[in-house]
């Protein structure tokens, strides 16, 4: 039979024949590496990163850096273990044009780092990038002292006229829509003149422990970093100015990448070994040892790795996930597919992420037979029996894997644009094969 060209970018999700049985081995993090290599961009010295991700979201950022003169060559670690880039930081250049893609880490964590170029620096990307929320970066340069041409929608396209410092000091920004505003402020802040006191004063702050990833990766390079956790003021974070030094930095698993992998141990009741499972880690996706295991499994951290296993049994669950947004597609999945309702709370600002997160999962759930319904900040989930039909993933990562999930337990399930994993996670088909033995 002839087959329909639109069918061509369908990718037909396997469904799992049995409880599952494997050992993934999950590649780095997203938001470990984007953030080492700007801090190493930024350092007085040559850095190490081992294990770096290379997705598309991390090769935007390391080009990105690269067109601003940063030397980012390909190599093996110290120890002579392991593929690795080694960071050779220099004067910022303008005039350069950066490709943020859709990556949220590259629009808000480099125009910062443009401004102490030495010329103008143009951002640009994909058409959704133009709709997420930028003005908290662009507004708070302003009063840090940087000029900036925008179309005054608070978003992209825009240029940054690097002036080769930046004086930094006191800013208020409402990062009530992304943490990553914050971040941004603080990744460059030790190069800043005055350091930087950032000043959070919207109502709600999202994934406050990517700020902590950002405050503890900062002091790992020598910075001084004031939090309201070390007895320092709600919602303000003040950065000393300094030299930042070069660090030899292995990457951790990317946890929230880990997610389909251990949702498979739970929706069939098998096991799944994740190795190098970190025993202390900023990363959200360590929330999942407790959200999935309150969803039906359970996990051991042992010196392997973290081994999560499923009972047969999968519950709904009643869970704010406004520290770890980037986890609701995937609980979402397995809500879906659970004994009882599901309410998934504190995620408004999911509407701005790859794609409105929140209609996009109530859509695709509900064509497949589903009972999602959206709430002002989530999702009620009502698991009802599924159908196969086509899972349509707004050229968002997570939405692919979400939809992978379902299909596991559910036949005929066809994902559209599985390829859009990429952003983070480019063997998504082939780990995801590869665990179900196929
Ligand atoms: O700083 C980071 O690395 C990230 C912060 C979060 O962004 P938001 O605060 O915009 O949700 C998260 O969802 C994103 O995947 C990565
Ligand atoms: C929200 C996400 O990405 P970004 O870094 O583009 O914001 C995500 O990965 O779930």
Same mark, same amino acid.
């Given at each position: 039979m002839a087959q329909n060209p639109a069918d061509t970018a369908l990718w037909p999700a396997p469904h799992a024949s049995g409880a599952v049985d494997a050992t993934v081995h999950v590649p780095g993090s997203k938001s470990v590496t984007n953030r080492a290599l700007v801090l190493a961009a930024l350092a007085s010295e040559p850095g190490w990163l081992r294990r770096p991700l290379r997705s598309r979201d991390t090769l935007l950022m390391a080009g990105a850096l690269r067109t601003m003169g940063v030397g980012i060559e390909e190599g093996v670690g110290p120890d002579g273990t392991g593929e690795a880039w080694r960071v050779l930081p220099a004067g910022l250049r303008g005039p350069a044009t950066v490709d943020v893609g859709n990556a949220g880490t590259v629009m808000r964590f480099l125009p910062p780092v443009a401004a102490l170029a030495d010329? /103008?620096? &143009?951002?640009?990307?994909?058409?959704?990038?133009?709709?997420? /929320? !930028?003005?908290?970066? $662009?507004?708070?340069? &302003?009063?840090?002292?940087?000029? $900036? =041409?925008? =179309?005054g929608r608070g978003a992209l396209p825009l240029t940054v006229h690097g002036g080769g410092a930046l004086d930094g000091g006191p800013v208020e920004v409402d990062a009530s829509s992304s943490s990553q505003f914050v971040s941004a402020l603080l990744l460059s802040g030790p190069r800043f003149n005055q350091g930087v006191e950032v000043r959070h004063?919207? @109502?709600? !702050?999202?994934?406050?422990?990517?700020? &902590?990833?950002?405050?503890?990766m900062l002091r790992a390079v020598g910075a001084q970093v004031d939090t309201p956790e070390s007895?320092? #003021?709600p919602n303000v974070w003040r950065v000393t100015p300094g030299a930042l030094l070069g660090r030899d930095l292995? $990457?951790? %698993?990317?946890?929230?990448?880990?997610? %389909?992998? !251990?949702?498979?141990?739970?929706? *069939?009741?098998?096991?799944?070994? $994740? /190795?190098?499972? %970190?025993?202390r880690t900023t990363q959200p996706g360590d929330r999942? &040892? #407790?959200?999935? *295991? #309150?969803?039906?499994? @359970?996990? #051991? !951290?042992? =010196?392997?790795?973290?081994?999560?296993?499923?009972?047969?049994?999968?519950?709904?669950?009643?869970v704010d996930l406004g520290d770890?947004?980037?986890? *609701?597609?995937?609980?979402?999945?397995?809500?879906?597919?659970?004994?009882? %309702?599901?309410t998934l709370r504190g995620v408004a600002h999911l509407r701005l992420h790859e794609t409105d997160r929140l209609a996009a999962l109530t859509k695709e759930i509900n064509e497949l037979g589903g009972d999602v319904t959206e709430t002002a900040d989530g999702l009620r989930i009502r698991p009802r029996p599924l159908h196969g039909g086509v899972f349509r993933t707004y050229e968002d990562h997570r939405m692919a894997t979400a939809g992978a999930i379902i299909g596991l337990a559910v036949e005929g399930v066809r994902i559209e644009n599985v390829a859009t994993t990429a952003k983070t996670l480019p063997d998504f088909p082939e780990l995801w094969t590869?665990?179900?033995?196929a």
């Open positions: 010329g /103008p620096v &143009r951002f640009d990307g994909d058409p959704r990038s133009y709709e997420r /929320p !930028l003005n908290g970066v $662009i507004d708070a340069l &302003r009063v840090l002292g940087a000029r $900036i =041409d925008d =179309d004063i919207g @109502s709600t !702050l999202p994934s406050v422990p990517h700020i &902590r990833m950002t405050v503890d007895g320092g #003021e292995t $990457i951790e %698993p990317d946890l929230s990448n880990a997610q %389909p992998f !251990l949702a498979a141990a739970l929706v *069939t009741g098998g096991k799944v070994l $994740i /190795p190098d499972w %970190p025993a999942l &040892r #407790e959200i999935f *295991t #309150e969803m039906g499994g @359970s996990c #051991e !951290l042992t =010196d392997y790795g973290l081994v999560f296993t499923g009972s047969g049994a999968i519950h709904g669950i009643d770890v947004g980037e986890l *609701t597609p995937g609980v979402a999945a397995v809500a879906a597919l659970a004994d009882s %309702p599901s590869g665990m179900l033995g």
